[in-house]
């Protein structure tokens, strides 16, 4: 319904090898088979990464086609770490600015397939990432439609078992692929178990609930459009 009153042709995915995006793929191919794509864009990746997204792309009998980042965002990076450098500004946290700006690309990306052939970006943040604002801004959160955004992660960890997505995606340690060895729940400082359980109403320790509810204050500026000013 929302391709059609968008007066869009399809949709455009990017793969991560996650679960949230496997699952997506599934969805959109079921909603649109004949106009759907994914695109694979490694940025430094783990190579197993990209194994797990071409994984999930047979799964769901997705089309896809992949871009390399790898050299753009390592590339861009470093101009921009020179620049300043020669300014005699200091670097910051160098490796999330590099995971940022690798979604960034990625977002450029999927907007540069989606002009070419009509589609709308699909976004895969689930309600856990929305409400905690585990998501670049302007990086996998430009999208044009959020499909999944109202489910728990074990929700979409059922409805990927339903779907069928392999099972090396579904026993892998959910990560956005920043770094080496990163993990979400590891970077947030709570686990999807208890933000789940917080969202049903469940009792979670003080110390997990106050992390949650402070993720979601930092993170309000994600959610809104920009302020503007008023005449």
Do not use: W
Request: glycine share 10%.
């Amino acid at each position: 319904d929302y391709k059609e009153k968008s007066r869009q042709k399809g949709f455009v995915l990017g793969l991560s090898g996650g679960i949230d995006s496997s699952v997506v793929a599934h969805l959109i191919m079921r909603a649109c088979p004949q106009n759907s794509l994914g695109v694979i864009m490694p940025a430094g990746n783990k190579p197993q990464d990209r194994e797990d997204a071409i994984a999930a792309a047979k799964s769901s009998r997705l089309p896809y086609i992949e871009v390399d980042l790898t050299q753009y965002r390592q590339g861009l990076f470093d101009e921009i770490t020179k620049a300043l450098l020669q300014k005699g500004y200091q670097s910051g946290d160098t490796q999330m600015v590099r995971g940022n700006l690798g979604a960034r690309l990625r977002m450029t990306t999927l907007y540069a397939v989606g002009g070419h052939l009509g589609y709308l970006v699909v976004g895969t943040d689930n309600a856990a990432e929305s409400y905690t604002g585990y998501f670049t801004k302007y990086g996998d959160g430009g999208v044009d439609i959020l499909p999944i955004s109202h489910l728990t992660k074990g929700e979409v960890f059922a409805m990927g078992r339903y779907l069928g997505v392999p099972e090396q995606i579904l026993t892998k340690a959910p990560s956005a692929g920043f770094f080496h060895e990163q993990t979400d729940e590891s970077e947030m400082g709570v686990s999807y178990d208890d933000i789940d359980a917080f969202f049903r109403g469940e009792p979670v320790t003080e110390n997990k609930q106050a992390i949650i509810e402070h993720l979601h204050r930092i993170s309000e500026h994600k959610r809104i459009m920009p302020p503007a000013f008023k005449k």
